[in-house]
């Protein structure tokens, strides 16, 4: 089965602390990506990152980054000294196989950062 | 800027009516264009594949004549929603991917419709 699980539901932190978003998949695909997208309370999609499954070095943007483990399945996302600009739901997504096919999202976290 | 661009991004209709949302690829020709349809605090579950030049493929569950895509050139898909009732209000997002490349989706606005 193609699944993506986000366990977090709601995340609730004090602006400036460190947040990590879990996200757990399942392929029986070799070939995969993996992505995380920001959806502020307008709606929007915001792309976020993309990682292939024979990339698994980890990666860092800013205050973000990324930790890709295959041996777990799992693709963490790490929001340091979180701002209250930050406060949306996250999902992350899976592609399995090839390019061209729909992606598979979790069901989102929702993180709340206060002032 | 934009890649994909989803019009209306907000719409509120009569119980009865057919709302026509639009989603037009700007930079690229896509073949294939994808439909999402989003409940309130919840994910997004695709609702269709939508192929240019032939029938949209649907997933399990979605009424193909409740939701109407049609496809007709290399940069616009639409879905019709006919007949629109309450329990259809909801977000819909569409989506592109390029093939031939690894994978990176691009987002539509989003449409909000609200059926009173």
């Known amino acids: 089965a193609q699944k993506v699980t986000q366990a977090q539901t709601e995340i609730s932190v004090v602006e400036k602390e460190d947040v990590t978003l879990d996200c757990v998949y399942e392929t029986r695909d070799t070939t995969y990506y993996l992505f995380w997208y920001k959806q502020p309370p307008s709606g929007e999609l915001v792309f976020l990152i993309r990682r292939n499954s024979f990339d698994e070095q980890n990666e860092i943007s800013g205050r973000y980054s990324w930790n890709f483990q295959k041996s777990t399945s799992s693709f963490n996302f790490t929001i340091t000294a979180s701002q209250v600009v930050d406060s949306a739901v996250y999902f992350c997504?899976?592609?399995?196989?090839?390019?061209?096919?729909?992606?598979?999202f979790g069901k989102g976290t929702t993180l709340s950062v206060s002032s | 800027g934009a890649v994909v661009s989803q019009h209306p991004s907000r719409v509120i209709c009569k119980s009865g009516t057919s709302v026509k949302i639009e989603c037009r690829s700007l930079d690229f020709q896509a073949t294939t264009m994808f439909w999402y349809r989003q409940f309130p605090k919840k994910s997004l579950m695709l609702m269709a594949t939508?192929?240019?030049?032939?029938?949209?493929?649907?997933e399990q569950g979605v009424e193909k004549d409740k939701f109407l895509i049609n496809h007709a050139s290399l940069t616009l898909s639409t879905l019709t929603v006919t007949s629109a009732h309450p329990e259809d209000s909801s977000f819909y997002i569409c989506?592109?991917?390029?093939?031939?490349?690894?994978?990176?989706?691009?987002f539509g606005q989003g449409t909000r419709l609200t059926v009173v």
């Open positions: 939508s192929n240019e030049g032939s029938k949209a493929t649907y």
């Open positions: 997504a899976l592609i399995p196989n090839q390019a061209g096919t729909a992606l598979i």
């Open positions: 989506s592109r991917i390029p093939p031939g490349t690894d994978g990176e989706a691009f």
